[in-house]
Each structure stands twice: as C-alpha cells, then as structure tokens.
Nanobody
Framework: QVQLVESGGGLVQAGGSLRLSCATS????????MGWFRQGPGKEREFVAV???????YYSDSVKGRFTISGDNAKNTVALQMNSLKPEDTADYYC??????????????????WGQGTQVTVSS
C-alpha cells in the first residue's frame, strides 16, 4: 500500500522555523514530481513548493526566500524547511506526489497521491 506520511508540524512563534518531512512507503518516487500544499482555516488548498525528479524547485511567491524544498531519493523522503515563519503561514500542510507526468505543477489536481497532513501554527 502506497502511503505518504507528513511529520514535523507544531506550534512556533513568528520568526521561528520548522522542518516538515514527508516519508513515502510502498514504492519509490525518485522519478516523480513531489510537492507541498497547505490549507489554512477557511481557505482553499494552495500551492507551496514543488521539486522535480531532477531537483528543479519552484515556490509560491508567498514563501519564496523563506521556505526550501528538498528531496532525498535514497530515503524516499521530501522535506520542507520553513524559516521566518509568519502567522499567515498557519495551515495544515500536505505533501503530494504526481505519478502521471514529470513536469512540475503548481495545481492540486495534478497530484494523485496525498498525505494526511501536518498542522503548523504560527503565533504572533
């Protein structure tokens, strides 16, 4: 059974850092596109960052310069390092895998495997 499991969420003060990790099991995703999305209270799910199989990365404007996505093919994991966190970063964060297509995509419908999410709360 293919699973994505996020971890690393929690409560942090504004200006602080968190590192989210997404562990995959059931198959290898080293050749796939993997992304992070988030959904804040009362908001739609939005794109955060994506990494291609070749290591190309893309970020939403709201997190560019503060967040870094990275992948470890050997460990079959993808991480999201979040620095200089702001209260508006508060959300449930989800990792996702695009199994059909190798082009990085910023839209949620591109991704067909999702984790259960991990909550991030940034206090002011």
């Amino acid at each position: 059974q293919v699973q994505l499991v996020e971890s690393g969420g929690g409560l942090v003060q504004a200006g602080g850092s968190l590192r989210l990790s997404c562990a995959t099991s059931g198959r290898t995703f080293s050749g796939n596109v993997m992304g992070w999305f988030r959904q804040g209270p009362g908001k739609e799910r939005e794109f955060v960052a994506v990494i291609s199989w070749s290591g190309d990365t893309y970020y939403s404007d709201s997190v560019k310069g503060r967040f870094t996505i990275s992948g470890d093919n050997a460990k079959n994991t993808v991480a999201l390092q979040m620095n200089s966190l702001k209260p508006e970063d508060t959300a449930d964060y989800y990792c996702a895998v695009r199994t059909r297509g190798a082009v990085p995509c910023t839209r949620a419908p591109c991704y067909d495997l999702w984790g259960q999410g991990t909550q991030v709360t940034v206090s002011s």
